[in-house]
């Protein structure tokens, strides 16, 4: 025995000390997320062959207890369970990063009540045997009997407990109170940890400063080519060629302003409201009743939010969000997302909590909703009623061409749209200087998506265009908010 915990002593160190490191990741992961992405990658993909030596280890034709085995097998499916959730979500992989999730958490459902019920059984058995043993003196029989009025039984791990019912039934209750009981506390533990991540978040701007104004037309460069004289060379006639003239640059352009786009004051492309590590990010809402997830992740949000990062020169995020409305209330004021993103075509049920947090989002916090109709008339009827319920004292009205929203940084002449599901107007919900909603009737997230639905350049360019324009809006709005609440204070 000893010389075989001095052989196990230093696989024992390493393993805690990678089990540390990885859980100081995992939790900087589900709260902050700064690290870079190959540094999520490395530490993650080490529990894969770790895991698989402890495997190889526990398998090996020696005589190990059978608990010993099963208890490493569940411990590694946990590890290598979380590690995959976490590098899916990290690569993007949204939908297979929902499949593993649901079925890992069924599994983990069934291996944790596998256990208890084996420790269930354990404890039962062990005090059934001392009763056994107890029964050849009569007083402590008594003191432990079935029927004893003055000696009840409490504890559950025991069958004799009295609030198990009939003598005969016993067993029986104490296995559907150890599943009613288990199952419970897995639903309120899976409750707790899905409905925070981390007990606050926040959302900043990327640092830097610059001008909100309409940016330049890219350049158009044509060739003209000069018509060119053929002379005899033996002929007496002298004849210079230039051959720099042979072919003449016109350029057709407007002239390009040097400046960078943002807001503020600071050193390179951003916002006087950011900070160094701040990112613009794309954040859609979840809700119950629809199909919120519609071009959900890299096939519709992430298009949009690199071709943003590529457009303005901003610091973006390496992928796309989602947050169910209730978790809005986790940012602190300051440190809220400038922009949320809406859309769908079925029904919309939100809860009367859910409206207070929408409206103190958009009021209190400074936020703005960036609502797409995403193929019904149905759904633009259930968006324009949900929101006389946030803001009943304010109405939609059609937000013109030439509001700065429509110009900056892109000039859009007209309302690019895929099908006009809901008219053929944007409309806004204005309110103290600024746009706090932002709904487009026409289905402009189909037009991000790989495949523009099948519409002409000119009009998912457009589109584009557009939400480039609306979400910078929100973020230099929200920056200029930000410097006025630091002069203020």
């Given at each position: 025995?000893?010389?075989?915990?001095?052989?196990?002593?230093?696989?024992?160190?390493?393993?805690?000390?990678?089990?540390?490191?990885?859980?100081?990741?995992?939790?900087?992961?589900?709260?902050?997320?700064?690290?870079?992405?190959?540094?999520?990658?490395?530490?993650?993909?080490?529990?894969?062959?770790?895991?698989?030596?402890?495997?190889?280890?526990?398998?090996?034709?020696?005589?190990?207890?059978?608990?010993?085995?099963?208890?490493?097998?569940?411990?590694?499916?946990?590890?290598?369970?979380?590690?995959?959730?976490?590098?899916?979500?990290?690569?993007?992989?949204?939908?297979?990063?929902?499949?593993?999730?649901?079925?890992?958490?069924?599994?983990?459902?069934?291996?944790?009540?596998?256990?208890?019920?084996?420790?269930?059984?354990?404890?039962?058995?062990?005090?059934?045997?001392?009763?056994?043993?107890?029964?050849?003196?009569?007083?402590?029989?008594?003191?432990?009997?079935?029927?004893?009025?003055?000696?009840?039984?409490?504890?559950?791990?025991?069958?004799?407990?009295?609030?198990?019912?009939?003598?005969?039934?016993?067993?029986?209750?104490?296995?559907?109170?150890?599943?009613?009981?288990?199952?419970?506390?897995?639903?309120?533990?899976?409750?707790?940890?899905?409905?925070?991540?981390?007990?606050?978040?926040?959302?900043?701007?990327?640092?830097?400063?610059?001008e909100p104004k309409t940016l330049a037309l890219p350049t158009k460069i044509q060739k003209i080519i000069r018509k060119k004289y053929i002379v005899n060379p033996y002929?007496?006639?002298?004849?210079?060629?230039?051959?720099?003239?042979?072919?003449?640059?016109?350029?057709?352009?407007?002239?390009?302003?040097?400046?960078?786009?943002?807001?503020?004051?600071?050193?390179?492309?951003?916002?006087?409201?950011?900070?160094?590590?701040?990112?613009?990010?794309?954040?859609?809402?979840?809700?119950?009743?629809?199909?919120?997830?519609?071009?959900?992740?890299?096939?519709?949000d992430m298009e949009m939010l690199f071709e943003y990062g590529r457009r303005t020169d901003h610091k973006i995020h390496d992928k796309t969000e989602s947050r169910r409305?209730?978790?809005?209330?986790?940012?602190?004021?300051?440190?809220?997302?400038?922009?949320?993103?809406?859309?769908?075509?079925?029904?919309?049920?939100?809860?009367?909590?859910?409206?207070?947090?929408?409206?103190?989002y958009l009021i209190e916090k400074h936020g703005m909703i960036f609502c797409d109709n995403g193929g019904s008339r149905h759904f633009h009827n259930q968006f324009l009623?949900?929101?006389?319920?946030?803001?009943?004292?304010?109405?939609?009205?059609?937000?013109?061409?030439?509001?700065?929203?429509?110009?900056?940084?892109?000039?859009?002449?007209?309302?690019?749209?895929?099908?006009?599901?809901?008219?053929?107007?944007?409309?806004?919900?204005?309110?103290?200087?600024?746009?706090?909603?932002?709904?487009?009737?026409?289905?402009?997230?189909?037009?991000?998506?790989?495949?523009?639905?099948?519409?002409?350049?000119?009009?998912?360019?457009?589109?584009?265009?557009?939400?480039?324009?609306?979400?910078?809006?929100?973020?230099?709005?929200?920056?200029?908010?930000?410097?006025?609440?630091?002069?203020?204070?």
């Amino acid at each position: 025995m000893p010389r075989f915990a001095d052989n196990m002593r230093k696989p024992l160190l390493l393993t805690a000390a990678y089990l540390l490191c990885w859980l100081v990741v995992v939790t900087e992961c589900a709260l902050v997320r700064i690290l870079p992405p190959m540094v999520y990658g490395l530490i993650l993909t080490i529990s894969f062959p770790t895991g698989l030596a402890w495997l190889y280890w526990v398998l090996r034709p020696t005589r190990k207890p059978t608990v010993l085995v099963n208890l490493v097998a569940s411990g590694l499916f946990l590890l290598w369970w979380t590690s995959a959730v976490y590098l899916l979500d990290i690569f993007n992989w949204g939908e297979s990063r929902g499949l593993v999730a649901r079925w890992g958490t069924a599994a983990l459902f069934l291996i944790g009540l596998a256990w208890v019920v084996w420790f269930v059984e354990r404890r039962s058995e062990f005090y059934q045997l001392r009763r056994t043993e107890q029964q050849r003196w009569p007083k402590a029989l008594e003191t432990r009997s079935y029927g004893g009025e003055h000696s009840r039984v409490w504890n559950p791990l025991d069958p004799s407990a009295w609030y198990f019912g009939n003598p005969k039934n016993k067993r029986l209750n104490q296995s559907i109170a150890t599943l009613v009981s288990y199952s419970g506390s897995f639903l309120m533990v899976f409750l707790l940890l899905t409905s925070t991540r981390g007990c606050q978040e926040i959302y900043e701007l990327p640092s830097g400063g610059g001008e909100p104004k309409t940016l330049a037309l890219p350049t158009k460069i044509q060739k003209i080519i000069r018509k060119k004289y053929i002379v005899n060379p033996y002929s007496s006639i002298l004849f210079n060629e230039r051959k720099i003239d042979d072919v003449k640059l016109q350029f057709n352009e407007v002239t390009k302003h040097e400046y960078q786009l943002g807001q503020g004051q600071g050193a390179g492309a951003g916002f006087g409201g950011g900070t160094p590590r701040g990112k613009v990010r794309f954040i859609r809402l979840e809700y119950v009743g629809g199909d919120w997830d519609q071009d959900f992740g890299v096939r519709g949000d992430m298009e949009m939010l690199f071709e943003y990062g590529r457009r303005t020169d901003h610091k973006i995020h390496d992928k796309t969000e989602s947050r169910r409305i209730v978790e809005l209330g986790n940012f602190p004021i300051g440190k809220s997302p400038p922009l949320v993103y809406m859309t769908g075509q079925k029904n919309i049920s939100l809860s009367k909590s859910e409206y207070k947090i929408l409206r103190e989002y958009l009021i209190e916090k400074h936020g703005m909703i960036f609502c797409d109709n995403g193929g019904s008339r149905h759904f633009h009827n259930q968006f324009l009623s949900i929101m006389s319920h946030i803001l009943p004292d304010i109405r939609p009205v059609p937000v013109p061409l030439d509001d700065q929203i429509h110009r900056v940084p892109f000039i859009i002449p007209f309302l690019p749209y895929v099908a006009p599901h809901g008219g053929k107007e944007a409309l806004g919900w204005y309110k103290d200087g600024r746009w706090i909603c932002y709904y487009h009737p026409g289905d402009i997230g189909d037009a991000w998506a790989a495949g523009h639905a099948g519409v002409a350049p000119e009009i998912w360019e457009a589109c584009y265009q557009l939400g480039t324009n609306v979400i910078f809006y929100a973020h230099a709005e929200y920056s200029r908010w930000l410097d006025a609440r630091k002069k203020g204070s």
